[in-house]
């Protein structure tokens, strides 16, 4: 079976200080497998400024922090309530993990999903 469809990618930064990634890992699995029908995770570090929500010309000096990378794709028609369905999954991971979480980083872009099965 050679399956080629449009496709809406999803890449979604969570990060905090001391970010507890297997936790997490644990309480997005059965959730976004069941939702989506699975979801990539990739262990980050990054640095983040606390003003860096705003249009400014420079920034402060920002902290390393660690945390995840979600990668998952939906058909273009399902991109609004992927959206919503992120946000409201990614607060019951904050209030249920205690997490400092403010800000989500997410990005949206089309691509071509192609599949093959091997014998």
């Known amino acids: 079976m050679n399956d080629t469809a449009q496709r809406i990618r999803f890449t979604v930064l969570i ?16 959730r976004l497998s069941q939702q989506f029908a699975g979801a990539s995770f990739q262990k980050i570090d990054g640095t983040w400024s ?23 794709s939906v058909m273009p028609e399902q991109q609004e309530v992927t959206y919503q369905s992120l946000q409201n999954t990614l607060q019951q991971m904050k209030n249920t993990l205690g997490l400092p979480i403010e800000w989500i980083h997410v990005e949206t872009e089309s691509v071509i999903a192609k599949h093959f099965q091997l014998d």
């Not at 860096?52 to 998952?72: A, K």
């Open 15 to 30: 990060s905090a200080q001391n970010f507890p990634y297997d936790q997490a890992i644990d309480f997005l699995t059965p």
């Open 50 to 72: 606390a003003d860096g929500h705003l249009d400014l010309e420079h920034y402060q000096t920002g902290m390393i922090e660690n945390g995840v990378l979600i990668r998952l």
